[in-house]
Every structure is written in structure tokens, then in C-alpha cells.
């Protein structure tokens, strides 16, 4: 299963920037789907989680600020960030709770490359 996340860049504080990410392979279905991110020299950061029927969460330091949203029928995730400040610079991953086709599930599956996002002030 490959997670393919894209949409970073450098932007000014104050600005906006809208991740993807799409999951492709052996997958029978998605449950929850959530973004993290790792800034440098800090540890990995859930900040925004949604779940199969659509209910979402979000960490303090982005809630009202950043929306999570999803397609199921792309297998795909999004991650809305407006108002971004410096302290929002990080690698952003994404993840995702699903089952194979052998009926194995796995939680918070994170595997490919996460995209930069650097905000300048």
C-alpha cells in the first residue's frame, strides 16, 4: 500500500495551502484517515483526523484553522490549512486505518513520503 501525499510548498504566514493524499494497493476498505506532521527536532504530531462516517478531530494548535476532508471513492484525504503561521513548518504525512483483501487490518498505516510545508513570516 502506497500513501502518496503532495500539496506542500513555502508560503507566507497568514497564507494557504491545500494537501492530498491517495492511497493505492491491496486495499478492501479505508476507515479512519488522518494527517501528521514532524517539524524538526520534534516528535510526530496527529492534527487532524477523520472517520469512515465522516466525524473529524483536530489538535488544538490547528483546530479552526485547518480542514480535513476525504473521497472515498478515491482513497483520498485532504488537509485545508489557512491562516498558517511559522510554527506550522513540517513534514506532513498521512495515514490511514484500512483492511487488505485478506481481511488483515492495520492502524494508522503511514507508509510513503510526507510533503514540506514551510511557512516564512
Known amino acids: 500500500v502506497q500513501l502518496q501525499a503532495s500539496g506542500g510548498g513555502l508560503v507566507q504566514a497568514g497564507g494557504s495551502l491545500r494537501l492530498s493524499c491517495a492511497a493505492s494497493g491491496s486495499i478492501f476498505a479505508i476507515n479512519a484517515m488522518g494527517w501528521y506532521r514532524q517539524a524538526p527536532g520534534k516528535q510526530r504530531e496527529l492534527v487532524a483526523h477523520?472517520?469512515?462516517?465522516?466525524?473529524?478531530d483536530y489538535s488544538d494548535s490547528v483546530k479552526d484553522r485547518f480542514t480535513i476532508s476525504r473521497d472515498n471513492a478515491k482513497n483520498a484525504v485532504y488537509l485545508q490549512m489557512n491562516s498558517l503561521k511559522p510554527e506550522d513548518t513540517a513534514v506532513y504525512y498521512c495515514?490511514?486505518?484500512?483492511?487488505?483483501?485478506?481481511?488483515?487490518?492495520?492502524?494508522?498505516?503511514?507508509g510513503g513520503q510526507g510533503t514540506l510545508v514551510t511557512v516564512s513570516s
Open positions: 495515514a490511514v486505518d484500512y483492511v487488505d483483501y485478506s481481511g488483515y487490518s492495520y492502524r494508522g498505516y503511514s
Open positions: 477523520i472517520t469512515s462516517g465522516g466525524s473529524t
